[in-house]
Each structure stands twice: as C-alpha cells, then as structure tokens.
C-alpha cells in the first residue's frame, strides 16, 4: 500500500491534467496579461464590446479599447492592448485637453416650438446626431469623477439634463430618450412638482426608478444673487438657506436618494450661494454659461449650453466641443 506522501503524489496525477483544462477554460486563449494590461489577438468574432466584456467584464467599457488602440472595428488576427486602468484622466495631452458639454433643456412640444421648448421631432434628430456620430451620454457622477481626477471617460463625452420638470418630458422626450438608450438627470424645483404643467411626485418616482437622475433646483425657483425689495440681509440669507436645503430634504423623503448636484434658477449665482452648497454638502452646481468643461472647471459653476428651440441641427452641433486645442510654441 503506497505511503500518505506517495496517494498524495499518485492522486495529483491523475487530477493534474483536469486541472490544467479548468485552467485553460478560464483564461482566453492568446491572451498575455500583465498588471495594467492585457494583450490579445482578436478572432474573427471579436469586437469591442465583446472583448469587454470578456476581460473587463462590462461591455459598454468598448470604448477603452477602441479609444486607446485607435480603432473602429477589429480585425481577426490583430493584436490588442486591453487597458486595465484608466490610462487618461483628465483628458490632458500634449496638444490641448479635453473638455464635456453640459446640455440643458426646458420644455418640449409636438409641433410648437419656442424659445424655451424644442419640438419632438428637432430633440429626436438631436439624440440622433448624437448616437450615430459616436458621442457618450455619461451621468452628473462620471463627469465629477473626471473632473476629480478619479476615472476616464470617453473622449466624447456629454451631459444632458432637463430643467425645472414639466410634464413634457414625460410625454415627449423620455419616449425618445429611452429609444436610442439614453438618460438625463432632471432638476427640479420642488414646489412645481404635482401643479398643472409639472410632473408629479408618481412621475418623478417612476423616472428614478428607470435610471433618470432627479436633482435640485432650488425650492421655488427664486434668483438667488437678487434680494427682494426690503429684504433684510438676514431674510436673505435665510432665504438662501431654505432654497437650497429644502428640495434636498424633500427628495430625500420622496425618493429615498441623496442631492448631490444644483442648478443655479437662471443660471445666477454668488459666494454666499456657493459656501451654502458647500456647507449643505452638495458636490457641484451648474450656470448656464455657454461653454464646455475642462478638468479645472469651478466645480460650483459648472458651464451649461442652453439648446433653444430654434436650434437647427448645425446650431446644435455647435454645442458640443470635446477638445481644446493648444497652441504650442
């Protein structure tokens, strides 16, 4: 009878082999890996997506590969570097850095368009333009985490967000949005919710529970940089206080979810305003000045493009500046 050491030896034989085909099975054929990377050549199956999913394990990570092999499509045969860490933070490179529009929206109509609403058939080309000219619409949490230097994002990147939450979001532009695969973060001023034009609470919940990030915009909509007329500074600044805490306590008790993120009414703000958002523990909050973002953006006066509803698909286009190119001497 063979000793203790020599089963041990006899039954590691035989379970060698079965063990070098789990092995195997695990680990993609043709595939190198190191600690920051992979390297692997593509079968004729392969693409992006696929490849992400197999070794990132996401597929919408696609863009990683492409962006950092300089490619569309992959070819059988072709050899890959697949990126294990984010390999561009910042967007900084030698020639210039990149930047991300914010685009903002107000209301929407069928056929009626007007300074503040754009009609169906102008936002739907406009989502469009952007899935087949390969833009990313990326959340308020990516973008901040680029903007901290904490993760990459594609180099064509954008924001949409709607503002103020009339009932014709629901009714026009999610339908579309929800189409071409796409999400938008609401801000909302709460007193609006459940009147006439507004969404309602049930709305806003279903919304939420869809992927649509709700936000704040204040309580009742009020100018913050402008006191009333015999407005004390104390009023004033109490004002200040309630408008900026109050729809984040509400949608805490509505939605059970954290506000991170504000949209300045009109796009107005001043250092009070700022240091109140600070001190109630808001990330970041957005103008509406016209222009897109690069890393070092005030994080407190994130820009925002407005998009009207005369804009044509050439005026849109012009809104979506993802580099700024440098001069070098």
């Known amino acids: 009878m063979p000793k ?14 079965l063990y070098l085909l789990l ?24 693409t992006p997506s696929s490849l992400a999913h197999k070794y990132l394990n996401d597929p919408t990570k696609d863009w990683l590969i492409s962006e950092f092999n ?10 890959l570097i697949i990126p294990l860490r984010p390999f ?16 903002a929206y107000h209301g929407f109509s069928k056929d009626s368009p007007g300074k503040m609403t754009v009609t169906e058939a102008s936002f739907e080309a406009q989502m469009k333009y952007l899935m087949e000219n390969g833009y990313h619409v990326i959340s308020l949490d990516q973008l901040m ?8 994002i594609p180099e ?4 949409i967000t709607i503002d103020n939450g009339l009932s014709s979001f629901s009714d026009i532009a999610f339908p579309i949005l929800k189409k071409f695969g796409l999400t938008a973060t609401l801000f909302v001023y709460t007193d609006f919710i459940d009147t006439d ?16 990030d709700i936000q704040c915009k204040t309580k009742t909509h009020r100018n913050l940089t402008k006191r009333k007329k015999k407005e004390s500074f104390k009023e004033y600044f109490e004002s200040l206080e309630k408008e900026i805490s109050y729809p984040k306590t509400l949608i805490k008790q509505k939605l059970n979810k954290e506000c991170s993120y504000f ?12 240091a109140i958002l600070i001190k109630q523990g808001y990330r970041a909050a957005f103008t509406v000045k016209r222009a897109s973002n690069p890393c070092f953006v005030d994080r407190y006066r994130i820009h925002r493009s407005v998009i009207y509803g005369d804009y044509d698909i050439e005026r849109f286009k012009k809104n979506l500046s993802v580099f700024n190119k440098t001069k070098l001497k």
């Open 4 to 17: 203790p050491a020599n089963r041990r030896k006899t039954v590691f034989g035989r379970l060698f082999p």
């Open 88 to 103: 561009d933070k910042g967007g900084l490179k030698v020639n210039g850095y990149q930047t991300v529009p914010v685009l």
């Open 197 to 212: 034009k507004a969404l309602s609470w049930k709305q806003i919940n279903n919304l939420s529970k869809k992927g649509f």
């Open 70 to 79: 300089d490619i569309k499509t992959v070819d059988a045969g072709q050899e």
């Open 145 to 152: 985490d680029f903007l901290e230097f904490k993760e990459q």
């Open 156 to 159: 064509k990147s954008v924001v």
């Open 263 to 274: 949209a300045y009414p009109y796009g107005a703000t001043n250092n009070l305003a700022v």
């Open 23 to 46: 092995l195997t099975a695990c680990v993609p054929s043709q595939a190198r890996i190191y600690d920051d990377f992979i390297i692997v050549k593509a079968t004729d199956v392969d």
